[in-house]
């Protein structure tokens, strides 16, 4: 059984523009020890979806089953041991984290909250998780402003780890640290996957960051995943336009001065077309796909697509 | 190589609490598409915004040269400075919401620059902003051109501020992150149109960016910055095939975007160990700190930039030696 096991989980918003469809239907599932990568562009409902796996956002309808509970119907105050077990590392570690409060308070709060062990006892964990994020232990004394992203996020991981969770859930880890330490903050997010045996669901917009991370890869446009494979298949094989259009983008130095791959603009959650959601963008839509929502289907072995002619590199000759 | 366009040489910016950059320089030939990569504090802005003479009050222009089509800018009295800016150096920034006024239509915003720099009317120049909007791309400019900038997507806002800045043909466009804010498949987009504006309008690109992907697809040339001084600059192929720095060999090797094979489960990323805030107080290489390859002369002064063969410029005087023993050992 997956730890966790999502079935057509929705997340709508009013707004004064009309219904907010932020997460329009998904369905995913995560076994245990595996890293699950989510990727998408802005817009596309990928951290309002983490964000109600972890019930920091209410679902409008669909199940949220994790380890046999149904998450989306726990009444809100009864969500304590859930959120024991279920984490999450944010994008920015600059507003995550309270400015008034010393690195040791921010990591003793988790431990005290849940009411694990005395005063001496949590003073031990946090003790052994700065360390074992790679910070020194004079740092427990400090604010977060003397530390840089990096450091910054490597707090974020020690809070995010100190309840010992099963799941975490990253949403866009790296995006906010320049290069030269996301490699750092990857690394150690990879070492303590295999040291506390944790499940992820890895949410980024960087394909080449989730190429790396993930064991298997959903590609998430409009609400919805369009596509879901394992990583090698996913990469070699994409079945969805969509995921032709997002590697095709990744800048490469093997494709010098190429024109751009895909034309138009996302779509907004408020309005999103007709029949499959991508077909305005799309260079192989017919007539069928301005029609019908295609559903998530397999096409290869381990392999979805969401894509009335998936697999297909152009455009098919009309009934 | 094409004649110089622009010629940055040996600039220092100076704040009461610090040197950002120091004794740095390169050039920009016409036409030429040319990266300055580096990493935040890197001071890649602050360089571009010298040449713009719009470095906050703070800051002070402790020496050197910034040599634009036979002037020095920095020697420019300030009126003469203002023809400059907007008309022959234009510039677009990462973050186009913040740039643009939220309370003008985005044609009025483009209209004053017309208006300004090429004296037209408020009728011609409105006509010519719905020209401008259509030339980079947006769909139904006649009635983009009434838009306020919060109804724009950030693609869209990007492209208005490209109208705006190459609505009087500059000679040169600084984009300082153009498309860091924006989603793959919308930079790929706005890159490709700056490409093509280069070439349609004869004008050099100064492309300020963090990522190496887009240097290797877009630039010339390339100029690699630490702590505000030069550290490699080549042509942009030879500089990712074969990077002599060791900041650029650590760049590339903890990059996952360059190569398909990495996979967590092989093994982990190569890093770069501490940060750029170790470069603060060194008297020698900014980069010693971080470098595993360091020898004890590192750490006396910082190594100018320099050419060690034709086209290709490095600030590592260990890896110069090495680069001379291997050639004289293949013979030549």
């Keep these: 059984m997956p730890l966790l096991s999502v079935a057509d989980l929705h997340t709508h918003f009013q707004t004064p523009r009309g219904l907010l469809r932020a997460v329009d239907g998904v369905s995913l599932a995560i076994e245990e020890g595996e890293s699950v990568g989510l990727v ?78 005395d005063r001496a006892e949590r003073k031990r964990r946090v003790r052994e998780m700065i360390e074992r994020v790679g910070l020194p232990l004079s740092s427990l004394s400090r604010y977060p402003h003397e530390f840089s992203g990096g450091q910054r996020q490597r ?44 499940s992820y669901l890895f949410i980024s917009h960087d394909l080449s ?63 999103i077309p007709r029949g499959c959601r991508f077909h305005p963008r799309c260079a192989i839509a017919t007539s069928i796909c301005a029609k019908v929502d295609p559903m998530l289907e397999a096409h290869a072995p381990g392999q979805r697509a969401a894509c009335h002619h998936a697999g297909q590199l152009t455009r098919p000759p009309e009934a | 190589m094409t004649a110089k366009l622009l010629d940055v040489s040996s600039l220092t910016i100076a704040f009461p609490r610090g040197t950002p950059v120091a004794d740095f320089g390169f050039a920009i030939g016409e036409g030429e598409t040319v990266a300055v990569v580096g990493e935040s504090g890197s001071g890649k802005s602050l360089t571009a915004l010298a040449i713009m003479r719009l470095l906050p009050r703070t800051a002070r222009i402790a020496s050197g040269s910034i040599g634009f089509r036979g002037r020095d800018l920095l020697a420019l009295p300030e009126p003469d400075m203002r023809k400059v800016r907007g008309r022959e150096i234009a510039m677009i920034f990462q973050e186009p919401m913040t740039s643009l006024n939220p ?26 902003s719905i020209e401008l909007l259509d030339l980079v ?60 504006l280069r070439r349609e309008l004869g004008m050099a690109l100064m492309l300020i960016t963090h990522d190496l992907g887009i240097v290797g697809q877009w630039a010339d040339r390339v100029v690699v ?38 996979h967590y489960t092989a093994g982990a990323l190569r890093e770069i160990p501490g940060s750029i805030a170790t470069a603060q107080r060194e008297p020698g290489c900014p ?17 100018p930039l320099e050419e060690i063969r034709p086209r290709r410029l490095l600030a590592c005087p260990p890896t110069a030696a090495q680069e001379q023993a291997n050639a004289s050992a293949v013979g030549r």
Excluded at chain 1, 103 to 113: D, F, G, K, Q, S
Excluded at chain 1, 177 to 189: E, F, G, H, K, P
Excluded at chain 1, 244 to 250: E, Y
Aim: proline letters at 8%; a neutral charge.
């Design chain 2, 103 to 128: 309370v003008l239509t985005v044609g009025k915003q483009i209209a004053e620059v017309l208006r300004l720099h090429e004296g037209l009317s408020a009728e011609a120049a409105r006509k010519r």
């Design chain 2, 137 to 196: 791309r947006v769909a139904d400019p006649h009635l983009r051109v009434d838009d306020f900038p919060h109804r724009l997507s950030g693609g869209m806002r990007q492209r208005v501020m490209i109208a705006m800045a190459v609505a009087c043909r500059p000679k040169l466009l600084i984009a300082d992150e153009p498309t860091t804010a924006l989603d793959v498949t919308i930079q790929a987009q706005v890159l490709d149109l700056l490409d093509r």
């Design chain 1, 155 to 198: 707090i974020g991981i020690a809070r995010a780890l100190i309840l010992g969770p099963d799941l975490v859930i990253c949403d866009e880890p790296v995006s906010a640290l320049d290069l030269s330490i996301q490699a750092q903050i990857l690394n150690l997010l990879v070492e303590m996957k295999r040291d506390f045996n944790l």
């Design chain 1, 209 to 271: 960051v989730i190429r790396y991370f993930a064991d298997r890869v959903l590609v998430m446009y409009l609400g919805r995943v369009v596509e879901e494979g394992t990583g090698a298949d996913l990469w070699a094989r994409p079945l969805h336009p969509y995921t032709r259009a997002l590697i095709a983008a990744i800048p490469d130095p093997a494709r010098r001065r190429q024109a751009a791959p895909i034309g138009g603009d996302i779509a907004s959650p408020e309005d």
């Design chain 1, 40 to 117: 998408g562009e802005s817009g596309c409902g990928k951290s309002t979806l983490g964000k109600t796996i972890l019930r920091l956002v209410n679902p409008t309808s669909g199940s949220v089953a994790f380890d046999g509970d149904d998450i989306a119907k726990v009444p809100s105050d009864a969500l304590g041991p859930y959120r024991r077990r279920a984490q999450m590392i944010f994008q920015d570690p600059f507003s995550s984290l309270n400015p008034r409060h010393t690195i040791e308070r921010i990591l003793t709060a988790p431990l005290y909250v849940h009411g694990i062990g």
């Design chain 2, 287 to 303: 980069f010693v700190p971080r470098c595993a390859m360091a020898l004890p002369s590192c750490r006396i002064s910082p190594p």
């Design chain 2, 225 to 262: 910055l630490y702590a505000g001084r030069g550290a490699e600059e080549a042509d942009a192929g030879p500089l990712l095939e074969d990077p002599l720095h060791p900041y650029t060999k650590g760049l590339l090797a903890a990059s996952p975007r360059l190569d398909a094979r990495l």
